[in-house]
């Protein structure tokens, strides 16, 4: 007996049914051949094999190469590539990477942040949002158009340094967190505190600048790593 898979017989999990002849004639249930009945009950399995029957090819092996980064000037020429037409928003961050093409150094990018003021009864109260700009020598900070909300990501991780911090109106030694998400600034001396009163009438900004640079050149941080900026008018 000779079984034909029927293409249109498909049944689940893989199972055929079956056509059967016997000398060329088709057999059913209960058909008579010579002095035999025939009885079908059954139906056939295919089982695929899991190994594909070709090879994937193989890619050729990446050759070394070599190649040279020039850095852009400090003043870039280009009109174009200044943060206020070249900027992309990313989550709720707003970050410059000068032109697209990527090859800017990353001495030279800007990021828009949310600011804010912890008072020593612990309410918090908003600054502004600010463009963050990170420079190899400096940090400076300019008001931004956007309006930020406060960061709400939890903390992932844990940073902390002690540094002493100069402005125009004085020295004091300060307390730099980093939890993940946000960046603190807290007073550490009465030199300090006194800085962080008398900086409150132009937002701290001086002071601001100070600390990021200290944060992104001592503590490993880059202008992306951070959600929001916080200085508090009292110890922890």
Do not use: C
């Not at 962080?196 to 990021?212: Q, S």
Request: proline share 9%.
């Amino acid at each position: 007996m000779t079984p034909s898979y029927r293409p249109d017989g498909v049944l689940t999990d893989g199972h055929y049914g079956v056509i059967t002849t016997i000398d060329g004639k088709t057999i059913t249930d209960g058909n008579v051949y010579d002095n035999y009945r025939y009885h079908y009950d059954g139906d056939v399995t295919l089982s695929m094999p899991n190994k594909p029957d070709f090879e994937p090819p193989v890619n050729p092996p990446v050759m070394p190469g070599t190649g040279t980064v020039t850095p852009l000037p400090e003043n870039p020429t280009n009109p174009s590539n200044t943060p206020e037409n070249t900027t992309e928003t990313t989550g709720h961050k707003t970050v410059w990477d000068g032109d697209r093409g990527g090859d800017r150094p990353e001495d030279k990018r800007v990021v828009t942040l949310p600011f804010f003021k912890v008072l020593e009864d612990k309410t918090t109260h908003r600054y502004g949002t600010y463009d963050v700009a990170k420079r190899t020598t400096e940090v400076k900070i300019e008001p931004s158009a956007q309006v930020l909300p406060e960061p709400n990501q939890p903390a992932t991780q844990y940073r902390e340094l002690t540094t002493e911090l100069t402005t125009d109106k004085g020295t004091g030694e300060f307390t730099l967190k980093y939890n993940g998400s946000r960046f603190t600034i807290l007073p550490d001396d009465d030199a300090a505190m006194k800085l962080i009163v008398v900086g409150d009438e132009t937002k701290n900004r001086a002071l601001f600048e100070k600390a990021l640079h200290v944060t992104f050149t001592q503590m490993g941080l880059e202008v992306a790593d951070l959600d929001g900026v916080y200085i508090h008018f009292g110890k922890d």
